[in-house]
């Protein structure tokens, strides 16, 4: 387990699928993350058996949940997918689900924590990610944590009947060391 000011990152458990499905379906979050589909029970389990026992180097990818350090309450859901390990790089994705736990900080401590993984556990030199142009409490949490923007993808999502663009931001794992100098991990809380 990997611990951060606010946030604790362990693995995620079958158990925590009641809770990600109270939200899952709601739209308003979902239309951050793609087209707004709702998903079964059986479809959200499908899609997270395969990420929780992926291995990060014969699969690519691996999946996380975010826990609150002190209450151990689930919040989300936190990756690092297509890790290319010649080059050392990986894209990097977030969500907490429960409204009441936005903007709490949660979100900044979760990225810190998984960036540090990445750098420091992985070996990756370079992380990036994409977010809708128009989220602005994403970019907000991802230039915290010192991600530059790159430029946008222009009207590659379909939203809402829109065409929306996507932001691409990168950090390097100096950058990251730079914008977070006093920032480690725990490995116990
Ligand atoms: C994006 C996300 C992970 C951020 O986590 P969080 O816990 O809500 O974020 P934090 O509280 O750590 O930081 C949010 C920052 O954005 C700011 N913010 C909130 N709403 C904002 C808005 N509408 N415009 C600009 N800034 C905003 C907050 O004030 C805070 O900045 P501050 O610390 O300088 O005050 C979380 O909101 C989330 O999962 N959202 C739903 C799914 C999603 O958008 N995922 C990302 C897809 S790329």
């Keep these: 387990m990997y611990y ?11 158990s925590n699928l009641d809770e990600v499905l109270k939200y899952w379906n709601d739209l308003n979050f979902r239309r951050l993350l793609g087209p707004p589909i709702p998903w079964s029970r059986r479809y959200l389990e499908t899609w997270l058996e395969k990420r929780i026992t992926a291995d990060p180097w ?10 609150d350090k002190q209450s151990g309450k689930f919040l989300g859901f936190v990756h690092l997918e297509d890790i ?12 907490i689900h429960n409204p009441d736990n936005l903007s709490k900080g949660y979100g900044t ?55 929306k663009g996507l932001l691409v931001m990168d950090i390097l794992r100096d950058e990251f060391e730079k914008a977070n100098p006093t920032f480690r991990v725990k490995m116990k809380p």
């Design 84 to 95: 290319k390990r010649p080059h050392s790089r990986a894209e990097f994705g977030i969500s």
């Design 109 to 163: 401590d979760a990225t810190r924590v998984m960036l540090w993984v990445g750098f420091n556990i992985l070996g990756l030199n370079s992380i990036y990610l994409d977010t809708m142009e128009d989220n602005e409490r994403s970019i907000r949490t991802y230039e915290k944590v010192g991600f530059q923007r790159v430029g946008i993808l222009r009207e590659t999502e379909f939203i809402d009947g829109s065409f």
């Design 4 to 14: 951060g000011d606010l946030t604790c990152i362990r693995a995620v458990e079958p």
């Design 58 to 67: 014969k699969d690519k990818m691996i999946e996380l949940a975010i826990t």
